[in-house]
């Protein structure tokens, strides 16, 4: 099975006189794995409710495959959908739960029952067929709820934060199994979330949203090592890159108080923006002091306090022993910089 | 947690037990009076804690003698139809106040409240004027539009539902209280659900009838058991809509029972076998179905 690839054409939502999703237009590769990614409140779940025909558009409009579908029903879209609290049907057994949508479609019995073994089955979930919701763990729940949304071979895929509701471990566990699950389906897949480690571990592209605006997107990769704007910067990475307001004059990136951070031709104002781990501790450079320490095992992460009194985060290899109100001397590495507009925020390519 | 020592255990059970034998306190007196003969009571010259032994004879007579038992089936089919008129109307009421948005929703839960403040005993006279006369819209619109003129209909259609079976029950099934139980129990289920009953190709229609009613059953029953004891204990409408005691439910046969004639004791002993011989088929209701009501009055699916 293929899926169909969702082109957004201009598509616009507000709720009275707030734009929630703003002119949005984009094209979501068919059989692809998108991941919309962005803080809450940034409309992500509300795309993904009108892709499925949950939510009404205000203009625009959306096509899946060759079909326009903003004015037709969720149930002739050809998608399906994973909910964040699963939203099983209590009253109904796991394969009644599965099993609700060919029934409805009326698909006859022993057709429906062998559909949702083989659905149960991809998920395995095997011998709990017959029981009811509340008697199944949160994972459970999960692989029942994706049971369901496979089970009418969908050729599109949606899923609204599906991960959230679990602890950390099966969290894990359940990413590795999605990201298969996917290979096997092969449907297009859409998947919401605010945790950008879901976001870069399972998508081929991620769309970041930022107040019914598309920031960015484009591959992990290059969400990563190329952001387009000072957000997605910021948004992304744990701790997040760092932000510095600078001028840029004779070669040199300076802070407000002349304090050189970096070799730059840019000229002017701009957002400076390092990662923390790329920040190199050493002799060479500008002098900061260590404001708080945190030893994390693999590393240690510290924020220094510049001369200026902006607060940089650092990760520091191993083996380096730091301690609250030490001095220290960063250096830049003019490789790993990122500079942004300070006006709009976007990217600025260096020369 | 209440810590449980011996003196809270005592004075624990002291308020209970002097809680439980005042509510019993009536129904004890009622028992014992229907235990009595009318000579016996006449001579005791009131209600006493006299033991008799005619409350088998007083139950044959009822049985045989009065209308009630034939009214007792009033009673059940008024009872019924009250439950389940107000059950279905409150249900679907609440399913569209709760699952579609409009901006009137405000204003039509409003409304429902007054349903609730409005007792029907206020109202009465005007209930009356259209029971007795149900065809009263038609005619002012007939009269209005000029339409009974045109089809020879005229303006003056009859159609009285006094004496019936849903005239005595439509208008105290007419209170939304329902509303109010089932919009919170609504509220309390997975906001998901009906998004996923949409993907899954399942209408409003659907949904309320394949997931919404069957999450719905145990407060349906519980407040279905609650109005039907409800319309089961209604006085005074009953006595005005149903005029003949082929039509009266039970209760309004008993109050028939007390005063048969003007300068007699009225007859007390039989008055309290009818009242616990009416009051039997709810009791016994209540006490099959105590579990459920007390699950469907918790509020939230299971």
């Given at each position: 099975m293929r899926g169909d690839a969702i082109h957004l054409d201009a598509v616009t939502k507000s709720f009275g006189a707030t734009p929630v999703i703003d002119a949005i237009t984009a094209t979501l590769g068919g059989g692809e794995f998108t991941v919309i990614l962005g803080p809450s409140g940034c409309g992500k779940s509300t795309l993904l409710n009108m892709i499925a025909g949950l939510e009404r558009l205000n203009s625009g409009k959306i096509r899946i495959g060759v079909r326009e579908?903003?004015?037709?029903p969720p149930k002739d879209r050809g998608c399906a959908m994973v909910f964040q609290n699963y939203a099983l049907y209590p009253h109904m057994t796991v394969e009644g739960n599965i099993g609700y949508a060919l029934k409805v479609a009326g698909v006859r019995q022993p057709e429906r029952s062998r559909r949702v073994a083989e659905a149960a089955r991809v998920v395995e979930?095997?011998?709990?067929?017959?029981?009811?919701?509340?008697?199944?763990?949160g994972g459970q729940r999960q692989r029942v709820a994706i049971a369901r949304a496979i089970v009418r071979e969908p050729r599109v895929l949606l899923f609204d934060e599906p991960l959230s509701n679990l602890d950390a471990k099966l969290r894990h566990g359940m990413r590795m199994e999605l990201s298969q699950l996917h290979r096997t389906i092969g449907a297009t897949t859409v998947f919401v979330t605010h945790d950008q480690v879901e976001a870069m571990t399972l998508a081929d592209k991620v769309m970041i949203l930022n107040k019914g605006r598309i920031e960015q997107f484009d591959t992990p990769h290059a969400i990563y090592y190329r952001p387009a704007s000072s957000f997605v910067a910021g948004f992304i990475g744990a701790p997040p890159m760092n932000l510095l307001p600078v001028t840029g004059g004779g070669g040199v990136l300076r802070l407000d108080d002349g304090t050189e951070l970096a070799r730059n031709p840019h000229e002017g104002p701009a957002i400076l923006g390092i990662r923390p781990e790329k920040i190199s501790i050493g002799d060479k450079g500008f002098a900061a002091r260590v404001v708080y320490r945190e030893d994390l095992g693999s590393h240690t992460a510290i924020v220094a306090r510049l001369s200026g009194g902006q607060e940089v985060q650092v990760a520091t290899p191993i083996g380096m022993h730091l301690d609250p109100a030490d001095t220290i001397t960063f250096d830049f590495p003019q490789d790993h910089l990122h500079l942004f507009d300070p006006a709009t925020g976007l990217r600025l390519e260096t020369p | 947690m209440i810590e449980r020592t011996r003196s809270i255990d005592i004075a624990a059970r002291i308020i209970l037990i002097v809680g439980v034998a005042f509510i019993l306190a009536p129904l004890v007196i009622a028992f014992l009076t229907a235990t009595l003969s009318y000579e016996q009571f006449v001579r005791n010259g009131g209600i006493t804690l006299q033991v008799g032994t005619h409350f088998l004879d007083n139950l044959a007579y009822i049985w045989t003698e009065t209308a009630l038992p034939a009214q007792l089936w009033n009673s059940i089919v008024i009872s019924t139809l009250v439950a389940a008129i107000k059950c279905a109307f409150a249900f679907t009421a609440t399913f569209a106040l709760v699952f579609f948005d409009n901006r009137l929703n405000r204003i039509v839960f409003g409304l429902t409240l007054v349903t609730v403040m409005l007792p029907l005993e206020l109202v009465v006279i005007t209930t009356y004027q259209i029971v007795a006369n149900i065809a009263m819209p038609l005619n002012w619109i007939l009269a209005l539009t000029g339409l009974g003129e045109i089809t020879g209909l005229g303006s003056d259609l009859r159609l009285s539902l006094l004496d019936t079976y849903v005239g005595v029950a439509a208008p105290i099934a007419c209170a939304s209280t329902s509303v109010f139980i089932y919009r919170q129990f609504f509220l309390s289920l997975p906001r998901d659900l009906p998004k996923a009953a949409a993907m899954d190709g399942a209408g409003p229609w659907r949904f309320m009838w394949d997931i919404l009613l069957p999450l719905s059953w145990t407060p349906l029953v519980a407040t279905f058991m609650f109005w039907f004891i409800g319309g089961w204990t209604q006085y005074l409408w009953p006595l005005v809509a149903a005029s003949t005691p082929d039509a009266q439910p039970a209760v309004v046969g008993l109050a028939r029972l007390a005063t048969?004639?003007?300068?007699?004791?009225?007859?007390v002993p039989m008055l309290m076998t009818g009242a616990l011989f009416v009051s039997f088929i709810p009791v016994l209701l209540i006490a099959v179905m105590q579990r459920q009501i007390v699950r469907g009055l918790n509020l939230s699916e299971k």
């Open positions: 579908v903003q004015d037709l979930l095997g011998g709990l067929l017959d029981r009811r919701p509340s008697e199944l763990s | 048969t004639e003007q300068d007699r004791i009225p007859e």
